[in-house]
């Protein structure tokens, strides 16, 4: 048989073997004519005859006839395009386990399809159904199917993968009995599956469901060399294939946007790439997080922390009374360098410790006290950088001689310090390559830097391991040692141009933008963690959106770097004091090994073409050869002029239009362009559709309400109302939509959010109703409250203002103080006006823009209050007696204002324009 081809009835194509009979038949009549001599056949020599018959059929009519007759039999086998498996289902119940990882999010709406069309399936055949999450394990409780099959709509991947104690409590809470098990597999391989997967076979029969997709993770940046370097890694090597790292964060005016994006190219059957993102340091101190476009996952996002954000560095100079020379003063340069990447700090060394900066340096600091020595190295301990320059102070102290400083890389040799002195050169020396491994590896040292003067370090079995940077003698010129989580720099000559040209070069720039870096690029230790809080500041969830943590609790040190992610460490930044850490989805380490599952363990893939019949198809091309046939046979037979052949040719290809099925497509087409002109035919006011029945029922009788109210009092007159699906529907023919808020509504996929901002940009407006103003005022109090800021993160609005007392919204039609629905009292919140908005002189309100605000939100449950049923009653009561008739006439004309603002804009505002204008015309 051929792959991915079936028949209902293969028996009947046996009639296939019945052709070359057919063939002889045919051949056989009519029969041949028989020759005879007749003498009077002499008289006709030379006459035409316009009818003619041939003696034979021609051999291509037969093959037309052959392939009609093939054609109907295979058609009546009932040939099947990708056959799906019918498997008799077993008469116990069904279990299905599901990973629920990041890693199956790229596909999670596939897979929702997949876990719906097996519920509904296990719904016809009456078996009751569990559902069991491996990242959140609870005691499954068999139900019917159309139970489980309606809280699929707030399933959601987490953003971690189950760990070994997740598993084993998996295991611990398997319901006892016999039954089947669906296991929807993310496809990666962990510790703990083989066990699970044996525990599940003493119950049942198990089967797989698994993408065929490689999944991709980005690694957690680092910076290095001047650059971020990123790093992005799949399960599977398999094509060659590009992929876009986007760096996302904040502009200067505040505002959410790409920054920076870098393409990386994964080569055919490599596993991973890795490549530099080069940002200036401003522009790096604003990165939040790198995503992989395209990519609807927490392991395609990696989370920017302290090694990305803008430094803090203390400049400390041990005397500085120059008497106004600025260029000889030994912050001059460091100044100079450090301005446009780092916040620079000034004080005394213990005033500038509790604001515990990123670098502390001494130019030319000797001498430190007790106090100073203890609070340094306490500092440098816990992750700082000290970064020390050498000057006259230093080379004329004791400070390192006869054992090494506590807070020096190195010890120093005593002798000469200056030019002239042992340490002098017949001519300055210049710089050597850097070392592999050093901070300043990949920076090419200039030969116009030049050294006259340094300080020695004494030879000493460690000083090769602490030498980051040397003269091309090999005398060392930077050296490093670490202390704690923390490091020492010393600088062996002066911050200045008196020893070294180097502070009058780029190098020395750059040079100290590595070692700022440097400064955080480690995490610190867990044990120096140990006794702290981080607070979480911003979470990933499944799907790789960022979500606010404020309500989180927050998460001992010793566990921030070092426990698993889960319910109570979820991956995200966490803060503690001023210092930033983030947590990965995906470490540095990770190895995203795909699963391998038993040869005895079916496997089935997520996405299966659909299942198409064939016969309908056939049969038309065997009608359509069979017509083909009748005009060749009149043609071969001279029975048809040119004129009817034409026409004939005509009427078969008429037929065959018109007999082969139309496709999927233009139905899809015919039903777009339906709602297309059903849609832009008269205004329509459109409600969004969020899944829950009875609120889309409420949404859809308000917007029939507020359509009667504005047919019968303005000139609109509005067609009936629609619900819109996100996902399928265009928005650009709505002027209106009215979104009602539920915990459990799904959340708009990355397309539809990209259609909602095209809608919000191009003059739409939103009116976002949380409906709980009798308990919650506006924010995230309630859970309508939390669910409007997960779904409006995305979109672009712009800031809001509860609605001002001189806003077009209180006189776009009737004059109004307050916006009720069924609930009073509750803020409306619309689009602030610009600060530079003031009264004119002799008017009542400002001078606003021409634009109509993108969005209104409130929770005052204005649908319900507009309700009506198709013969004009109020579906829903309001208030109490007269007050509440009062009340919903007052919504009935907010809705009213809401809509006369959408279609005309501030034209009211205008207004202040008159005087002006009068006074023109009057000149």
Same mark, same amino acid.
């Given at each position: 048989?051929?792959?991915?081809?079936?028949?209902?009835?293969?028996?009947?194509?046996?009639?296939?073997?019945?052709?070359?009979?057919?063939?002889?038949?045919?051949?056989?009549?009519?029969?041949?004519?028989?020759?005879?001599?007749?003498?009077?056949?002499?008289?006709?020599?030379?006459?035409?005859?316009?009818?003619?018959?041939?003696?034979?059929?021609?051999?291509?009519?037969?093959?037309?006839?052959?392939?009609?007759?093939?054609?109907?039999?295979?058609?009546?086998?009932?040939?099947?395009?990708?056959?799906?498996?019918?498997?008799?289902?077993?008469?116990?119940?069904?279990?299905?386990?599901?990973?629920?990882?990041?890693?199956?999010?790229?596909?999670?709406?596939?897979?929702?399809?997949?876990?719906?069309?097996?519920?509904?399936?296990?719904?016809?055949?009456?078996?009751?159904?569990?559902?069991?999450?491996?990242?959140?394990?609870?005691?499954?409780?068999?139900?019917?199917?159309?139970?489980?099959?309606?809280?699929?709509?707030?399933?959601?991947?987490?953003?971690?993968?189950?760990?070994?104690?997740?598993?084993?409590?998996?295991?611990?809470?398997?319901?006892?009995?016999?039954?089947?098990?669906?296991?929807?597999?993310?496809?990666?391989?962990?510790?703990?599956?083989?066990?699970?997967?044996?525990?599940?076979?003493?119950?049942?029969?198990?089967?797989?469901?698994?993408?065929?997709?490689?999944?991709?993770?980005?690694?957690?940046?680092?910076?290095?060399?001047?650059?971020?370097?990123?790093?992005?890694?799949?399960?599977?090597?398999?094509?060659?294939?590009?992929?876009?790292?986007?760096?996302?964060?904040?502009?200067?005016?505040?505002?959410?946007?790409?920054? @920076?994006?870098?393409?990386?190219?994964?080569? &055919? *059957?490599? %596993?991973? =790439?890795? #490549? /530099? +993102?080069?940002?200036?340091?401003?522009?790096?101190?604003?990165?939040?997080?790198?995503?992989?476009?395209?990519?609807?996952?927490?392991?395609?996002?990696?989370?920017?922390?302290?090694?990305?954000?803008?430094?803090?560095?203390?400049?400390?100079?041990?005397?500085?009374?120059?008497?106004?020379?600025?260029?000889?003063?030994?912050?001059?340069?460091?100044?100079?360098?450090?301005?446009?990447?780092?916040?620079?700090?000034?004080?005394?060394?213990?005033?500038?410790?509790?604001?515990?900066?990123?670098?502390?340096?001494?130019?030319?600091?000797?001498?430190?006290?007790?106090?100073?020595?203890?609070?340094?190295?306490?500092?440098?301990?816990?992750?700082?950088?000290?970064?020390?320059?050498?000057?006259?102070?230093?080379?004329?102290?004791?400070?390192?001689?006869?054992?090494?400083? @506590?807070?020096?890389?190195?010890?120093?040799? &005593? *002798?000469? %310090?200056? =030019?002239? #002195? /042992? +340490?002098?050169?017949?001519?300055?020396?210049?710089?050597?390559?850097?070392?592999?491994?050093?901070?300043?590896?990949?920076?090419?040292?200039?030969?116009?830097?030049?050294?006259?003067?340094?300080?020695?370090?004494?030879?000493?079995?460690?000083?090769?391991?602490?030498?980051?940077?040397?003269?091309?003698?090999?005398?060392?010129?930077?050296?490093?040692?670490?202390?704690?989580?923390?490091?020492?720099?010393?600088?062996?000559?002066?911050?200045?141009?008196?020893?070294?040209?180097?502070?009058?070069?780029?190098?020395?720039?750059?040079?100290?933008?590595?070692?700022?870096?440097?400064?955080?690029?480690?995490?610190?230790?867990?044990?120096?963690?140990?006794?702290?809080?981080?607070?979480?500041?911003?979470?990933?969830?499944?799907?790789?959106?960022?979500?606010?943590?404020?309500?989180?609790?927050?998460?001992?040190?010793?566990?921030?770097?070092?426990?698993?992610?889960?319910?109570?460490?979820?991956?995200?930044?966490?803060?503690?004091?001023?210092?930033?850490?983030?947590?990965?989805?995906?470490?540095?380490?990770?190895?995203?090994?795909?699963?391998?599952?038993?040869?005895?363990?079916?496997?089935?893939?997520?996405?299966?073409?659909?299942?198409?019949?064939?016969?309908?198809?056939?049969?038309?091309?065997?009608?359509?050869?069979?017509?083909?046939?009748?005009?060749?046979?009149?043609?071969?037979?001279?029975?048809?002029?040119?004129?009817?052949?034409?026409?004939?040719?005509?009427?078969?290809?008429?037929?065959?239009?018109?007999?082969?099925?139309?496709?999927?497509?233009?139905?899809?087409?015919?039903?777009?362009?339906?709602?297309?002109?059903?849609?832009?035919?008269?205004?329509?006011?459109?409600?969004?559709?969020?899944?829950?029945?009875?609120?889309?029922?409420?949404?859809?009788?308000?917007?029939?309400?507020?359509?009667?109210?504005?047919?019968?009092?303005?000139?609109?007159?509005?067609?009936?109302?629609?619900?819109?699906?996100?996902?399928?529907?265009?928005?650009?023919?709505?002027?209106?939509?009215?979104?009602?808020?539920?915990?459990?509504?799904?959340?708009?996929?990355?397309?539809?959010?990209?259609?909602?901002?095209?809608?919000?940009?191009?003059?739409?407006?939103?009116?976002?109703?949380?409906?709980?103003?009798?308990?919650?005022?506006?924010?995230?109090?309630?859970?309508?409250?939390?669910?409007?800021?997960?779904?409006?993160?995305?979109?672009?609005?712009?800031?809001?203002?509860?609605?001002?007392?001189?806003?077009?919204?209180?006189?776009?039609?009737?004059?109004?103080?307050?916006?009720?629905?069924?609930?009073?009292?509750?803020?409306?919140?619309?689009?602030?006006?610009?600060?530079?908005?003031?009264?004119?002189?002799?008017?009542?309100?400002?001078?606003?823009?021409?634009?109509?605000?993108?969005?209104?939100?409130?929770?005052?449950?204005?649908?319900?209050?507009?309700?009506?049923?198709?013969?004009?009653?109020?579906?829903?009561?309001?208030?109490?007696?007269?007050?509440?008739?009062?009340?919903?006439?007052?919504?009935?004309?907010?809705?009213?204002?809401?809509?006369?603002?959408?279609?005309?804009?501030?034209?009211?505002?205008?207004?202040?324009?008159?005087?002006?204008?009068?006074?023109?015309?009057?000149?």
């Amino acid at each position: 048989m051929i792959p991915g081809l079936a028949f209902t009835a293969p028996w009947l194509l046996l009639g296939l073997a019945a052709l070359p009979v057919l063939w002889l038949l045919l051949r056989a009549v009519p029969p041949a004519p028989i020759k005879r001599r007749f003498p009077g056949v002499a008289l006709l020599l030379g006459l035409s005859d316009d009818d003619t018959v041939t003696d034979r059929t021609p051999w291509w009519l037969l093959l037309l006839r052959m392939l009609a007759v093939a054609a109907m039999i295979v058609a009546l086998a009932g040939p099947v395009l990708n056959p799906q498996e019918k498997r008799a289902a077993p008469d116990m119940p069904l279990l299905v386990v599901l990973d629920g990882t990041w890693a199956g999010a790229a596909g999670w709406e596939a897979r929702k399809q997949v876990l719906d069309r097996v519920l509904a399936e296990a719904g016809r055949n009456s078996r009751p159904v569990a559902i069991m999450r491996l990242t959140t394990p609870e005691r499954p409780e068999f139900q019917a199917a159309g139970a489980v099959q309606s809280r699929l709509v707030g399933l959601e991947p987490q953003p971690w993968q189950p760990t070994q104690e997740m598993t084993d409590a998996a295991m611990s809470l398997l319901p006892d009995g016999r039954y089947e098990t669906y296991w929807m597999s993310d496809g990666l391989a962990r510790e703990g599956r083989s066990r699970l997967l044996a525990a599940l076979e003493q119950h049942g029969p198990v089967r797989t469901y698994e993408s065929g997709k490689p999944t991709l993770a980005l690694m957690p940046p680092q910076f290095k060399d001047g650059a971020v370097q990123l790093r992005a890694r799949r399960s599977v090597g398999g094509r060659a294939r590009d992929i876009v790292v986007a760096a996302h964060g904040v502009d200067p005016a505040g505002v959410p946007r790409v920054l @920076a994006r870098q393409t990386l190219g994964f080569d &055919a *059957g490599a %596993r991973e =790439v890795s #490549g /530099a +993102m080069t940002l200036p340091a401003e522009l790096r101190a604003r990165v939040e997080r790198f995503q992989i476009d395209g990519e609807r996952s927490a392991g395609a996002v990696a989370l920017g922390d302290d090694t990305l954000r803008r430094r803090e560095i203390a400049l400390i100079a041990g005397q500085d009374n120059r008497e106004g020379l600025e260029l000889l003063s030994p912050l001059y340069y460091l100044r100079q360098a450090l301005a446009p990447s780092a916040n620079l700090l000034d004080g005394a060394l213990m005033d500038v410790l509790p604001a515990n900066p990123d670098v502390i340096i001494l130019a030319d600091v000797a001498k430190l006290s007790q106090a100073e020595q203890e609070g340094l190295l306490e500092w440098v301990e816990k992750g700082g950088l000290l970064l020390r320059f050498a000057g006259p102070r230093l080379a004329a102290s004791e400070v390192s001689r006869k054992e090494e400083d @506590a807070l020096m890389p190195v010890r120093l040799r &005593a *002798g000469g %310090r200056s =030019v002239g #002195g /042992a +340490m002098s050169w017949g001519s300055p020396k210049s710089l050597a390559a850097f070392p592999k491994g050093s901070p300043f590896t990949g920076l090419k040292p200039p030969e116009d830097v030049k050294v006259s003067a340094q300080v020695l370090a004494q030879p000493d079995p460690t000083l090769a391991d602490r030498v980051i940077a040397q003269l091309d003698d090999g005398t060392p010129l930077v050296t490093r040692k670490h202390i704690g989580a923390g490091q020492v720099v010393l600088m062996h000559v002066t911050a200045t141009a008196e020893w070294s040209t180097l502070p009058l070069s780029g190098l020395f720039v750059r040079m100290l933008e590595r070692l700022s870096a440097a400064s955080l690029t480690s995490r610190p230790d867990a044990e120096a963690l140990e006794g702290q809080t981080w607070q979480p500041q911003r979470v990933l969830d499944g799907l790789g959106r960022v979500q606010d943590a404020a309500t989180l609790p927050g998460v001992a040190g010793e566990d921030v770097l070092s426990a698993p992610l889960g319910p109570d460490l979820r991956p995200g930044v966490y803060s503690s004091a001023d210092r930033y850490i983030a947590r990965h989805v995906v470490e540095a380490d990770a190895d995203l090994t795909p699963v391998t599952w038993p040869a005895r363990i079916p496997v089935e893939g997520m996405e299966k073409p659909p299942e198409t019949p064939l016969t309908g198809h056939l049969l038309s091309v065997a009608i359509a050869l069979m017509m083909a046939d009748v005009l060749a046979s009149l043609i071969v037979s001279g029975r048809l002029t040119a004129a009817r052949t034409a026409a004939g040719v005509f009427l078969l290809c008429l037929m065959w239009g018109g007999a082969m099925p139309a496709p999927v497509r233009a139905q899809a087409e015919g039903g777009d362009d339906a709602f297309a002109i059903a849609a832009t035919s008269e205004v329509v006011l459109a409600h969004v559709l969020t899944g829950n029945e009875r609120v889309d029922d409420t949404a859809h009788a308000g917007m029939r309400g507020l359509s009667e109210t504005l047919f019968f009092r303005t000139s609109v007159e509005p067609a009936d109302p629609m619900g819109v699906n996100l996902e399928t529907d265009e928005l650009a023919f709505f002027p209106f939509l009215y979104w009602p808020i539920t915990p459990d509504q799904p959340t708009p996929s990355e397309e539809a959010y990209a259609k909602l901002n095209r809608y919000l940009r191009s003059g739409g407006m939103i009116l976002f109703d949380t409906r709980d103003a009798d308990i919650a005022g506006f924010g995230a109090s309630s859970p309508n409250g939390r669910k409007l800021q997960e779904l409006a993160a995305p979109l672009d609005i712009p800031p809001l203002e509860p609605v001002p007392d001189d806003h077009v919204l209180t006189r776009a039609f009737y004059l109004l103080q307050d916006f009720p629905g069924r609930h009073p009292g509750g803020d409306i919140w619309v689009e602030a006006a610009p600060p530079d908005a003031e009264k004119v002189e002799g008017m009542p309100f400002r001078d606003l823009n021409d634009g109509v605000t993108p969005v209104v939100i409130g929770g005052n449950d204005w649908a319900a209050a507009w309700a009506m049923d198709e013969r004009g009653n109020a579906l829903f009561p309001v208030g109490r007696g007269r007050g509440g008739e009062r009340q919903r006439e007052i919504s009935y004309r907010f809705g009213v204002n809401l809509i006369m603002h959408v279609l005309t804009g501030n034209y009211k505002s205008d207004q202040v324009h008159v005087p002006a204008l009068l006074e023109r015309l009057g000149q």
